[in-house]
């Protein structure tokens, strides 16, 4: 075998070193009755909003041999529109951008503010792509504290940004695994304590903020230009496999991020699809308020049947604890019900689906109660 023709593996390759030994993010996706890991919203979408799709697709295709509108006018004006009716604080299309996911939102922030000799921080567990974007932008990654019941600890947390003096502080609410809120007190602390130490630029995370039993807090954005709020319509709108985020902030933030947008990122395709879902707004949100009642059901049912769970505003739900939580998410695999093992220590989480399929996850939870360790030990010191 020549060199040419040899297969490289990726420890062959001239990979940056902060990517090696690193793992891709993704969850498993396994042929099983009842699927409830990915925290996607288990209602297609009404037929109504499906031909209405395939009638904005029609039209925006026979203009597809033309670039599509690259600031994405019209689909920045309803998101806006949308934003300013749900939650309580009126935004224009100044303050609004879109783009592939919110994830695509959070790089394009951290290319625009983070970026080598940068650094950002998160309070973990949370979200894991804000640390793996982070990683792929060049931008140090510094992991912040959370109290034993998930809340974020503020003091120290403050403590934390003076000391490291970020430059983009991510505060996800509600967060991701766990599913609790932050007050917004607390976010305000640590706002302040951000333009204290630097100013830094502050990335709230409202990925799941519909699902929520208070407020979107968008209202804190007056008179913050330092402040971002992210949104996705992969959850509420339950078009996941759209791919469209988009954020709230100062027209200064908007401004800056289009330095590094890749031109004509958002295809005709998309923002005719997203256009045409926000025209179903209501519809949408009668289902989140199914899945709210839900995923409270399935928090009620679980202390109930003698699980220790975690406050939930988010469409999932956190419960342990548990000796192994791996061999326990098998257990549940092995009954044909997919749920997420994280890696948060002696926990797993369960997205809120449909009544039959929690129906399902419920039964089989009330089997496993027997594998809920009588004497867990303490978080911190699982995690040292």
Avoid at 14 to 21: A, F, K, T
Avoid at 56 to 81: C, F, I, K
Avoid at 278 to 297: A, F, S
Avoid at 338 to 360: F, I, K, M, Q, Y
Wanted: glycine share 8%; charged share 25%.
């Amino acid at each position: 075998m020549t060199r040419n023709s040899a297969v490289a593996g990726l420890d062959d390759l001239p990979v940056r070193d902060e990517l090696r030994g690193k793992s891709p993010y993704g969850a498993p996706q396994l042929d099983v009755p009842v699927r409830l890991n990915t925290n996607e919203n288990p209602y297609p979408l009404p037929e109504p909003l499906v031909e209405r799709i395939a009638e904005r697709v029609r039209e925006a295709a026979r203009d597809l041999n033309r670039y599509p509108d690259r600031d994405a006018v019209e689909l920045r004006t309803e998101l806006a529109r949308y934003l300013t009716r749900t939650g309580r604080y009126e935004v224009g299309i100044d303050n609004v951008w879109a783009a592939n996911g919110s994830n695509e939102v959070i790089q394009q922030l951290l290319q625009t503010f983070g970026g080598p000799g940068r650094t950002a921080i998160g309070f973990e567990p949370s979200y894991s792509m804000h640390s793996l974007i982070a990683r792929g932008t060049g931008t140090g990654w510094i992991s912040g504290p959370r109290n034993d019941d998930f809340t974020i600890d503020v003091p120290a947390a403050e403590r934390a940004i003076a000391e490291h003096r970020p430059d983009v502080v991510f505060i996800t609410t509600p967060n991701n695994p766990t599913g609790n809120a932050v007050p917004a007190e607390a976010v305000l602390a640590l706002y302040e304590a951000a333009q204290e130490a630097k100013p830094s630029m502050v990335v709230v995370d409202e990925a799941y903020i519909e699902f929520s039993h208070g407020d979107s807090l968008l209202p804190l954005l007056a008179g913050r230009p330092h402040l971002v709020i992210s949104r996705t319509m992969s959850k509420a709108f339950g078009a996941a496999g759209l791919r469209l985020g988009y954020l709230a902030a100062d027209p200064a933030v908007v401004d800056a991020v289009q330095l590094v947008r890749l031109p004509y990122h958002l295809s005709a395709v998309t923002q005719a699809t997203a256009l045409a879902a926000l025209e179903h707004t209501d519809t949408l949100l009668g289902y989140v308020e199914q899945l709210k009642q839900e995923r409270d059901r399935l928090v009620d049912e679980l202390r109930a049947i003698g699980y220790d769970v975690t406050e939930s505003d988010a469409n999932f739900v956190q419960y342990g604890r548990f000796d192994d939580a791996h061999a326990v998410w098998q257990q549940f695999l092995d009954r044909g019900v997919l749920v997420r093992d994280n890696g948060v220590p002696g926990r797993l989480r369960v997205s809120a689906g449909t009544p039959a399929e929690n129906d399902a996850f419920l039964d089989a939870a009330r089997e496993l109660v027997k594998f809920v360790g009588d004497t867990p030990t303490p978080l911190k010191e699982q995690s040292a």
